[in-house]
């Protein structure tokens, strides 16, 4: 039977990512996959649910997922996998608080699952609770002095130590609800000083793994930033190449990225003004290893002209579209708040002014956008956990 297992082992690219690029991990899920033998006591009906789980989760619906690895958690409350599964489901749903009580549930029913460290240890960091992570993979250390997953528990911890060098050099010392400038300016402002930007999308036809239903993407990506602004960003679509801010095409061809194991990419050119002069954006729609979904090609859209507005960095939240993860099970459901609030911060002189404009009650009022965005906390986590029983009841 496969158990889908260990996240977060391309974390360890996101935390220092700070490039205009989209970093996109080409694992399955928040897990890779390992053979294991199903516990004995679990029940024939419980693995086949399980399995459903497994299938449904293979194949990106995870709606379906979720229901199915329940049931199997609830025919038997004890069995750690559908735990460890769920939390895969919902942390590609960015539901990050549900994803973190379902590693914590599957580490507390088999502390001696390496696995199941690694998995908390990557949902602290995918969610950058970074102290947190760092002391559980302390933990996990000390546990496991010669464990199969020190290396990259070590590679986490270096690297998350770096991210709070980076945050106190930046005076990031808390999180903040309201946006992510600091974050989005890292290296210096570099924005537009006129709109609406002129944008350019290339003719797509004859880059393989192109469909023509990609064709509304770029637009539908301008159109979610100008409307979600009110219109302090604003863009107009041009046929021709000459004279446009913004350079937009679909590629085939890795290489045409300055990291080829990125899905997309951003270039941006400082003009003599010391404003934006120009921004080059390139979607890669396929590579020698991996196809990518019709909702990463749209994540990676709306995060690739967020950095042609000026977005330098990424977002210290993973609901952002401006996180700097993404891979092929998460499903991003458009910008939020605080990407539109970041984006009007840069352009609104007044702070005051852009959080009215971004805090209006019609954006709140729109699903689309969600409400306000909140540190997650472990309050989530007061109810009680499930024993390990199965593991000590007779065959």
């Known amino acids: 039977m496969q158990l889908a297992l260990r996240i977060y082992l391309a974390v360890s690219l996101v935390l220092i990512a700070t490039s205009e690029a989209i970093a996109v991990p080409f694992a399955l899920g928040l897990g890779m996959s390992l053979q294991r033998k199903t516990p004995a006591n679990v029940p024939q009906i419980a693995r086949d649910k399980y399995n459903e789980g497994m299938a449904s989760y293979r194949s990106n619906e995870y709606a379906t997922a979720e229901k199915q690895f329940i049931e199997a958690s609830k025919m038997i409350p004890s069995w750690e996998w559908p735990h460890q599964m ?50 559980l993979g302390n933990e996990y250390l000390k546990r496991f002095p010669k ?15 770096r991210e709070l060098e980076r945050r106190k050099e930046l005076g990031v010392t808390r999180f903040d609800p309201d946006n992510y400038l600091p974050f989005a300016t890292e290296g210096g402002q570099l924005i537009w000083n006129h709109f609406p930007l002129k944008v350019y999308i290339a003719d797509a036809r004859g880059v393989k793994g192109f469909d023509k239903s990609y064709s509304s993407m770029l637009p539908d990506a301008l159109n979610e930033w100008q409307n979600g602004t009110s219109g302090i960003i604003s863009f107009t679509i041009v046929t021709t190449p000459e004279n446009c801010d913004i350079d937009c095409a679909w590629t085939d061809n890795p290489a045409d990225l300055g990291n080829p194991g990125e899905g997309g990419e951003c270039v941006t050119t400082r003009g003599a003004s010391g404003f934006l002069e120009h921004a080059r954006v390139r979607i890669l729609t396929r590579s020698k290893t991996h196809d990518p979904t019709t909702a ?37 459901a458009g910008l939020t708040c605080r990407d539109l609030r970041t984006v009007c911060r840069l352009y609104v002189k007044d702070p005051p002014a852009a959080k009215i404009i971004c805090g209006a009650p019609k954006l709140y009022a729109n699903k689309r956008y969600g409400t306000p965005a909140a540190p997650l906390t472990d309050a989530y986590y007061t109810q009680p956990y499930p024993d390990s029983s199965y593991k000590t009841q007779p065959n």
Not at 101 to 129: C, F, N, P, Q
């Open 147 to 161: 464990g199969k997953y020190c290396t990259q528990i070590k590679q986490q911890i270096v690297l998350a130590n």
């Open 86 to 135: 769920l939390s895969s489901v919902y942390g590609g749903l960015k539901r990050n608080q549900d994803a973190w009580r379902e590693a914590k549930i599957a580490l507390h029913l088999d502390t001696e699952d390496e696995g199941a460290w690694l998995d908390l240890v990557g949902a602290y960091l995918h969610s950058m609770h970074i102290e947190k992570a760092i002391q």
């Open 296 to 332: 990463m090609l749209k994540a990676v859209c709306l995060h690739e002209v967020g950095h042609a507005l000026g977005i330098r960095g990424h977002s210290d939240d993973c609901r952002d579209a401006m996180d700097s993860f993404a891979s092929d099970n998460m499903q991003i």
